[in-house]
């Protein structure tokens, strides 16, 4: 199976600060099936990524996701106050699919 | 829109046998798509379970294959997930999810239920 290899395990910054979120994948992702979710504190993961780089609707043009192959990045520009979560990368190319280990990004 | 709803005991015994439903609203899942499930230990990341297929088919992890399956009830519009022999290990949030396709990732989810193992 394929692991992902997420940093850093959490990233403190303050409002209106980029974040940069990482995603190793140990072998190549098929069809760079990379997805990004987003959890809130009691609530379900949502989808805000897929395809490595393609955007869910409605989400803001602050989130944006790069990479292929085995290193994916998911950035945002400018940390609004509902940013502040856990940020789970997971690859859906083959039949076993695996998330990574997650990046909380922390209030500094 | 496709709509989520999990259910089921909140706590079984060990070695018992874990059955969650999730109730499924908004589309047929006659219609196709996939359905799965995705647990999470408290304070802990995310695991995938299991998939079906429109066909019939599964996917399982590897760990949990010989303690996992994930059935269809079509007449009901939704579908299970039965583990087996669970510990205490398996204590977790547990998650149904959908695919639109066997190439898109899981949109939307249930809002989760806990699951405790415990005597």
């Known amino acids: 199976e394929i692991v992902l290899t997420q940093s850093p395990g959490t990233l403190s910054l303050s409002p209106g600060e980029g974040a940069t979120l990482s995603c190793r994948a140990s072998?190549?992702?098929?069809?760079?099936?990379l997805a990004w979710y987003q959890q809130r504190p009691g609530q379900a993961p949502r989808l805000l990524i897929y395809?490595?780089?393609s955007r869910v609707n409605g989400l803001p043009h602050r989130f944006s996701g790069s990479g292929s192959g085995t290193d994916f990045t998911l950035t945002i520009s400018r940390l609004e106050p509902e940013d502040f979560a856990v940020y789970y990368c997971?690859?859906?190319?083959?039949?076993?699919?695996?998330f990574g280990q997650g990046t909380k990004v922390e209030i500094k | 829109q496709v709509q989520l709803q999990e259910s089921g005991p909140g706590l079984v015994k060990p070695s018992e046998t874990l059955s969650l439903t999730c109730a499924v609203s908004?589309?047929?899942?006659?219609?196709?798509?996939?359905w799965g499930w995705v647990r999470q230990p408290p304070g802990k990341g995310l695991e995938w379970i299991g998939n079906?297929?429109?066909?019939?088919?599964?996917d399982y992890k590897s760990s949990l294959k010989s303690r996992v399956t994930i059935s269809v009830d079509r007449s009901m519009n939704q579908f299970s997930l039965k583990l087996t022999s669970v510990t205490a290990a398996d204590t977790a949030v547990y998650y149904c999810?959908?695919?639109?396709?066997?190439?898109?990732?899981?949109?939307?989810w249930g809002q989760g239920t806990l699951v405790t193992v415990s005597s």
């Open positions: 999810v959908h695919g639109y396709s066997i190439s898109s990732p899981f949109d939307p």
């Open positions: 908004g589309y047929s899942i006659s219609s196709g798509h996939y």
């Open positions: 079906i297929y429109h066909s019939g088919t599964t």
């Open positions: 072998q190549s992702v098929s069809n760079n099936y």
């Open positions: 395809g490595a780089s």
């Open positions: 997971q690859q859906y190319g083959n039949s076993v699919y695996t």
